[in-house]
């Protein structure tokens, strides 16, 4: 099973509008990180929140982070068609680096 | 600019034939990591190195080889190319274990 999973396969909203992806995690870990995978290129990592931190921004991106229910979440505000991209959850696996969920597919539309 | 390139970027192989996918850093990195990506199962580790000369299995091991000859090349060898191993490949590179991870374009490889 997986040890980091976002919660919606697919999530679609309007350009302007504000979209929030959900993530759980089954292992204890010493960060969570955010990757958006554009279609046809490879992950590129959006914010690394570390766990004894509960919210983090870049831009227009907010990540937070529970311990205690073990789920992140990561919003997008005023979105763009640009963001239209596949959004992952990644948790630290001391033995072999990190473990992703399978992704949550956002598209925005005009 | 400091990158990852993989090469080539897509390959149509053969049932039982040899592929051997490359993977090159710029970026100054100890780990290197190849994933397979499927739809409906994310990416999924199958080797990673931490060190030139060495290698380590991941998750889904079966059916891949990896070698690493220096710290800026990392490569992936299928020896026996088979139906199942079609799929997207990604190399990525990062500073330590748990650290960014920064990808490559990625190889898409079809096995016929």
């Known amino acids: 099973s997986q040890l980091a999973e976002e919660n919606s396969w697919a999530l679609s909203v309007h350009e302007g509008e504000s979209v929030t992806v959900n993530c759980s995690y089954k292992?204890?870990?010493?960060?969570l990180q955010w990757y958006r995978q554009k279609s046809g290129k490879g992950p590129a990592q959006l914010i690394l929140i570390r766990s004894n931190e509960r919210e983090k921004r870049n831009g227009r991106l907010r990540a937070t982070l529970d311990t205690s229910s073990q789920s992140s979440s990561l919003s997008i505000t005023a979105t763009r068609c640009e963001d239209t991209a596949v959004y992952f959850c990644?948790?630290?696996?001391?033995?072999?680096?990190?473990?992703f969920g399978l992704g949550t597919r956002v598209s925005v539309f005009p | 600019e400091a990158a990852v390139t993989q090469s080539p970027r897509s390959k149509v192989a053969v049932t039982g034939g040899k592929v051997t996918l490359s993977c090159h850093q710029t970026?100054?990195?100890?780990?290197m990591y190849w994933y397979r990506q499927d739809t409906g199962h994310g990416l999924r580790l199958i080797h990673y190195s931490y060190v030139a000369d060495s290698t380590e299995k991941g998750d889904i091991p079966d059916g891949y080889k990896a070698s690493r000859p220096s710290q800026e090349n990392f490569s992936l060898i299928l020896e026996l190319a088979s139906l199942s191993q079609t799929a997207v490949y990604f190399c990525?590179?990062?500073?330590?274990?748990?650290?960014?991870?920064?990808f490559g374009p990625g190889t898409r490889l079809t096995v016929l």
């Open positions: 990525a590179s990062s500073t330590r274990n748990y650290a960014e991870q920064f």
């Open positions: 970026n100054n990195h100890d780990y």
């Open positions: 990644a948790t630290d696996n001391y033995a072999q680096g990190l473990t």
């Open positions: 292992t204890s870990i010493t960060a």
